[in-house]
């Protein structure tokens, strides 16, 4: 695979300038440009520069309104909507989040609904924004259905990432970010764009067989992590994040999409929980006993610091090269 080196400022320019050149306004490219780059910043490749070309063809078709203005309504002190009125996540997150901040610091546990919305990056920057302010964060979305519920081969549940992040006062909270697939999609694409082969188990082929090929999985069937523990993982987060929100179950995505690429609308939940209020005085010597405790065994690596380890680094990174090219070609 050829790669060429980005800078993390050319890689923001870059997702800014060819959202500005397919109808996002500067608020929606900002936001967009800005969860890109954080993603290719921590290593997350499959929700960086990756997606782009998705986003694009969401913008072009009119699926997505790159000029949304999202606008938020409390429906309880400690509930919160915002409508995205057709953006991407991210801009609707942006408004979202601050008022669910604020919600869970004066309650304790506040939920953000965002309706309304393509989601298309990743979860954790989420859950992370919640974190860093103190409180625990737990975020799901469902998608188009790829993943076969445990014991068939039929495709019901999107890959339904589910996001976790605690809060770890002057150091780096706890943060994983997980498809409830045994593996995301994009890293199944990514796989297959680079001719590499994926654990068996990953998924089916179109006729319900095994397989290691990510192309074939691609065009068959995802199956859940952990059988029927990961299937139910999958439901949930169609309830929450269908069934709470009142948006779309993955399999009405499917129905209602306009086939072109890009993320269907949906919904996403945000859950803040505050430690502070909920455990009291105390929690933070309390919970930092357990995770040193857990760091301290032998070969056990915490969620999310290869992550944060890998934003240390203010160095370029290597892009796929013909990915660079088909990003320019959009401009």
């Given at each position: 695979m050829s790669t060429t080196d980005l800078s993390l400022?050319?890689?923001?320019?870059?997702?800014?300038?060819?959202?500005?050149?397919?109808?996002?306004?500067?608020?929606?490219?900002e936001a967009l440009a800005d969860i890109i780059c954080r993603a290719e910043r921590d290593g997350s490749h499959s929700h960086g520069l990756f997606r782009v070309p998705g986003y694009v063809k969401a913008l072009r078709s009119g699926k997505v309104d790159g000029k949304a203005k999202p606008t938020i309504r409390h429906l309880t002190p400690a509930v919160i909507q915002v409508d995205g009125h057709g953006c991407?996540?991210?801009?609707?997150?942006?408004?979202?989040?601050?008022?669910?901040?604020?919600?869970?610091?004066?309650?304790?546990?506040?939920?953000?609904?965002?309706?309304?919305?393509?989601?298309?990056?990743?979860?954790?920057?989420e859950t992370e924004y919640l974190a860093d302010r103190g409180f625990v964060g737990i975020a799901c979305t469902a998608y188009m259905p790829s993943v076969a519920p445990a014991g068939s081969n039929e495709a019901l549940f999107?890959?339904?990432?589910?996001?976790?992040?605690?809060?770890?006062?002057?150091?780096?909270?706890?943060?994983?970010?997980?498809?409830?697939?045994?593996?995301?999609?994009?890293?199944?694409?990514?796989?297959?764009?680079?001719?590499?082969?994926?654990?068996?188990?990953?998924?089916?082929?179109?006729?319900?067989?095994?397989?290691?090929?990510?192309?074939?999985?691609?065009?068959?069937?995802?199956?859940?992590?952990?059988?029927?523990?990961?299937?139910?993982?999958?439901?949930?987060?169609?309830?929450?994040?269908?069934?709470?929100?009142?948006?779309?179950?993955?399999?009405?995505?499917?129905?209602?999409?306009?086939?072109?690429?890009?993320?269907?609308?949906?919904?996403?939940?945000?859950?803040?929980?505050?430690?502070?209020?909920i455990a009291g005085d105390g929690w933070q010597d309390h919970v930092e006993g357990f995770v040193q405790k857990l760091s301290n065994i032998d070969g056990v690596r915490m969620p999310g610091a290869r992550r944060h380890k890998n934003r240390m680094d203010k160095g370029p990174r290597p892009i796929n090269l013909a990915l660079i090219e088909t990003i320019n070609s959009l401009l």
């Open positions: 400022d050319k890689i923001y320019s870059l997702a800014k300038n060819v959202m500005l050149a397919n109808g996002c306004d500067t608020a929606n490219a991407f996540a991210p801009l609707a997150q942006a408004v979202g989040l601050p008022a669910l901040t604020e919600a869970t610091a004066k309650i304790g546990i506040a939920a953000l609904s965002l309706v309304g919305v393509h989601h298309f990056a990743a979860l954790w920057p999107g890959t339904n990432p589910l996001s976790f992040a605690w809060p770890r006062p002057g150091h780096n909270p706890v943060v994983y970010d997980m498809a409830t697939a045994s593996m995301a999609m994009g890293d199944v694409q990514i796989a297959a764009r680079d001719g590499r082969e994926v654990p068996l188990g990953t998924g089916l082929d179109a006729n319900g067989q095994p397989t290691t090929d990510p192309a074939a999985i691609a065009k068959g069937v995802l199956l859940p992590f952990g059988g029927y523990k990961g299937s139910a993982i999958a439901m949930m987060v169609e309830l929450l994040a269908a069934g709470m929100t009142g948006e779309q179950f993955s399999f009405e995505a499917r129905d209602t999409d306009n086939k072109d690429g890009g993320p269907p609308r949906g919904g996403e939940m945000i859950i803040g929980m505050s430690p502070a209020i």
